[in-house]
């Protein structure tokens, strides 16, 4: 190590990281705040909701011994903090998803504002400008502890509003500032390392998967592996205990190792070249496989990578699912809930209604990830690749219904594998029975997926600046369909979405002639966009 | 394909408007270019050269005008025309995660396979390592690729925006030879492009446009008509007065050298004043296309800034 330059050097290198640090700031002024609202809102309905729901003691004990006693659960949320103490049930499911979520947000943030900029050559033009060598680096730091701090205030300050004692909201929100600010500094050394932004982020974010699925070894084997739990930045909030015994010094483990990562950043910024990384990028194929030959075979080579995440992520929320519902008879073990499951037809009745709800989430998901498969044709069009493909002997249409029929079929594969996962984990004796009822299940939301698909196409299809719009029509059609029902939306509004119109299996009823109108409608709107794409000028 | 236009013109325009909004980005323009020629495209940047090109591919649709590309109507009988013609952007945007072989390849695909013989002469000529990732190349390697699988393809229109800019100096003169080679073969290029030298050297024809509309065309001789010849003659007596003679524009006078801007009309009566003082040495210089470029626009320049 040679360490940083000492005195008047070590002042040259910051220069300009104040200036640098306000525009970084304004880029962000929308997509922070936004964000913070976003996770901070979720937490405190969340607060809100769930303690309404378990007024009853004898419930809430009943739904912690369940929870305790669930690996699968155990893997996917974490322990229960404090024994189930107020916010803690409330609190549970989000406590290391959003803090993953924050991790997430993070990297985006400092990568965007220092391998982004020097992919983009700006980070030449102002080191040129007499900015120091360590001031983008410095400036994107402290633009994500900015981030860090204001999503630990606001949350704190929204959950003790939800009626959350403020000692455990801000242990609580604390945890998810800790975890962006971990993963900033992780962010800012794979800056340095990677060649470029998308390998940047690939790794950090990949740290961000390895950690949670670390303390979720951990925490679903316990005993002996509470050391993975220690080992992994994700687990450090479950230590910290907000609802019980609120070990606070935990909290100081985050802001170190955030430093020492920056320290690591700048070490490597001062060492390397601009425009350059510590890896190489592989040299890739001469020749072209012969499965990318048309407009498909692009449309697939550019989503198979968001499918691919999509699908895994959708297997494990699928098998969870499952594995969930196959011990429901436990989390339900009260009288009353007892009498009301009866009601409702039994205990298998209740494991698929709970089904028929992940199914439903599951669908939403799946129609903004083929959205925005969808919709990165706009991206194709406005970066001029577009161009290139159209002005080879390629219809219009052809490359618009690539485009779409890649993302619906990505679409309709995840669906089947979250079925089909579920499918494994609930059935018992007959498994195999159980895949082909759950996948089915599944991909009956499919018309609701193709109609969100199609609408976002023919969006798309009519201007490319419609782009925005059509993202917050799609935000609105799964809001009303995961929000509407509980909220006690009017019909009208509900009949809205597409999701209304889809049987939600397994038990419910399937109205043909819905599902059929439903993917009428699809196919009407796709053919105006298609028409109108053929009409317009590219841009 | 309709019998209206000889098959054999490439490229027939005439009254090209395209509107964006309320800015007329082309204004009238007139375009033709022949069977076999390299025709240069030029004009000062905004000129509407990039516009033109891209209502010849039919990827905008022009608001009024004759536009005829092979024959055939570039919007509606796109997908066949463009099995006849490649297109090189000026401002090549590539696929980050493709390399640049698979880039050529995939466009070669399209058009339903390339020479690959061909492929591999060029890839070595420009100097290309097609296994480097798109994001990782530089403007001109960019370039070089989008020119790689445009001249491999198997066509009979090549149509180029300022294809040159950001190749270094060495790949810009093996690409002016695949030009000459191009034309030889029989191929027709549509070359857009601001720098001079290159039309000169390679186009058998040129096309000036200004503010969406066309200015001059023709062959480098034939716009050389539309500006200053320079005349530089010594002189075996003093020299003569020339001010009276329309269309000499006197330079300088050293001793018995003289040099004079002509007009192409004024030629004749210098040449019989100067002969009359007995010519000792003389050097006629014809204007180069730069000059008749300068000469078109600088007075408009002016105007533009007044």
Redesign the interface.
């Known amino acids: 190590m040679t360490g940083g330059p000492p005195g008047a050097a070590t002042l040259q290198s910051w220069t300009g990281g104040g200036v640098l640090l306000r525009r970084a700031l304004h880029r962000e002024r929308v997509r922070l705040p936004v964000t913070v609202a976003a996770l901070a809102g979720t937490a405190a309905l969340s607060a809100a909701a769930t303690d309404a729901l378990y007024v009853d003691p004898a419930e809430r004990g009943a739904a912690v011994g369940a929870i305790t006693a669930s690996p699968a659960l155990l893997a996917m949320y974490g322990p229960l903090s404090g024994d189930g103490a107020a916010g803690a049930l409330a609190l549970w499911k989000l406590g290391v998803l959003g803090a993953a979520a924050a991790a997430v947000v993070a990297v985006l943030v400092v990568v965007r504002h220092t391998r982004a900029e020097e992919?983009g050559g700006r980070t030449e033009l102002v080191a040129s400008a007499g900015a120091g060598r360590w001031a983008p680096t410095a400036a994107a730091g402290l633009t994500a502890t900015t981030f860090a701090a204001g999503l630990t205030l606001v949350t704190a300050t929204a959950l003790a509003a939800a009626g959350l004692g403020w000692g455990g909201a801000l242990a609580f929100a604390a945890t998810w500032g800790g975890a962006a600010l971990v993963f900033a500094g992780v962010g800012l050394l794979t800056a340095e390392i990677a060649?470029?932004a998308?390998v940047a982020t690939t790794l950090a974010v990949l740290g961000v998967v390895a950690a949670y699925l670390v303390r979720a070894v951990g925490d679903a084997t316990g005993g002996t592996s509470t050391w993975m739990v220690w080992v992994s930045p994700l687990g450090w909030g479950e230590r910290v205990d907000p609802f019980g015994a609120r070990h606070w010094w935990v909290l100081a483990i985050p802001p170190a190792v955030a430093l020492t990562l920056l320290g690591a950043a700048l070490a490597v910024r001062g060492r390397r070249d601009l425009g350059t990384g510590l890896l190489h990028?592989r040299?890739?194929?001469?020749?072209?496989?012969p499965l990318?030959?048309?407009?498909v075979?692009?449309a697939v080579?550019?989503e198979r990578g968001l499918f691919a995440v999509a699908t895994a992520a959708f297997a494990v929320v699928g098998a969870v699912a499952g594995s969930v519902t196959s011990q429901l008879g436990g989390m339900l073990d009260s009288v009353r809930m007892r009498q009301v499951v009866t009601a409702l037809g039994g205990a298998h009745a209740m494991s698929d209604a709970f089904l028929v709800a992940e199914f439903g989430l599951l669908a939403s998901a799946a129609s903004l990830v083929v959205a925005a498969a969808v919709l990165r044709m706009a991206a194709e069009e406005r970066?001029?690749?577009a161009?290139?493909?159209?002005?080879?002997?390629?219809?219009?249409a052809r490359w618009f219904l690539a485009h779409l029929g890649v993302a619906a079929a990505g679409g309709l594969v995840m669906l089947a594998v979250g079925g089909a996962a579920a499918g494994v984990t609930h059935g018992t004796a007959t498994t195999g029975t159980e895949v082909v009822r759950l996948t089915a299940a599944a991909l009956a939301q499919a018309p609701a997926v193709l109609f969100v698909a199609c609408l976002a196409a023919a969006g798309y299809g009519l201007a490319r600046r419609s782009v925005p719009l059509v993202w917050l029509v799609v935000a609105g059609l799964v809001t009303v369909a995961e929000l509407g029902p509980v909220l006690g939306a009017p019909s009208w509004v509900l009949d809205l979405s597409p999701f209304t119109h889809v049987p939600h299996l397994p038990g419910g009823a399937v109205d043909v002639a819905a599902v059929l109108a439903t993917l009428a409608v699809a196919i009407v709107i796709a053919g105006v966009g298609a028409a109108a794409f053929r009409?317009r000028?590219?841009a | 394909m309709s019998a209206d236009v000889p098959a054999d013109v490439p490229v027939d325009v005439r009254g090209l408007v395209k509107r964006f909004g309320r800015t007329a980005a082309l204004d009238g323009l007139d375009l033709r270019v022949e069977q076999g020629e390299i025709h240069g495209f030029i004009g000062p940047n905004g000129s509407g050269k990039t516009t033109t090109l891209r209502v010849l591919l039919g990827l905008i649709r022009p608001d009024a005008g004759h536009v005829r590309v092979l024959g055939g109507d570039a919007r509606r009988d796109a997908v066949e025309l463009h099995r006849r013609m490649a297109y090189v952007p000026g401002d090549v945007s590539l696929w980050p995660d493709l390399t640049g072989g698979e880039v050529i390849d995939f466009l070669g695909a399209l058009r339903g396979g390339l020479d690959v013989a061909r492929r591999d002469a060029l890839v070595e000529r420009f100097a290309l390592d097609p296994t480097t990732r798109s994001r990782a190349y530089s403007r001109g390697n960019r370039q070089k690729v989008a020119l790689v699988a445009a001249l491999s393809s198997d066509v009979e229109l090549l149509v180029l925006d300022e294809p040159t800019t950001g190749l270094d100096p060495l790949v810009d003169a093996e690409f002016r030879r695949v030009l000459g080679e191009e034309r030889d073969r029989g191929r027709t290029v549509l070359l857009s492009s601001h720098v001079l030298s290159e039309v000169e050297a390679l186009a058998d024809r040129m096309t000036i446009i200004r503010r969406g509309r066309t200015v001059e065309s023709g062959s480098l001789p034939e716009l050389r008509h539309l500006c200053r010849t320079t005349v530089t003659a010594e002189l075996a007596a003093p020299v003569p007065r020339t001010d009276d003679l329309a269309g000499v524009h006197l330079g300088e006078v050293r001793g018995r050298v003289v040099v004079c801007d002509v007009d192409p009309a004024a030629m004749d009566g210098l040449m019989r004043r100067l002969s009359a003082a007995g010519i000792v040495r003389l050097e006629v210089r014809p204007p180069s296309l730069e000059q008749v470029f300068l000469a078109e626009f600088a007075p408009t320049t002016r105007e533009a800034s007044a």
Request: glycine content about 16%; hydrophobic content about 30%.
């Open positions: 992919d060649g470029s998308r990028a040299p890739g194929r001469a020749e072209a496989s990318l030959r048309g407009p075979g692009l080579h550019r970066s001029g690749r161009d290139a493909v159209l002005s080879a002997p390629v219809g219009r009409q000028d590219l």
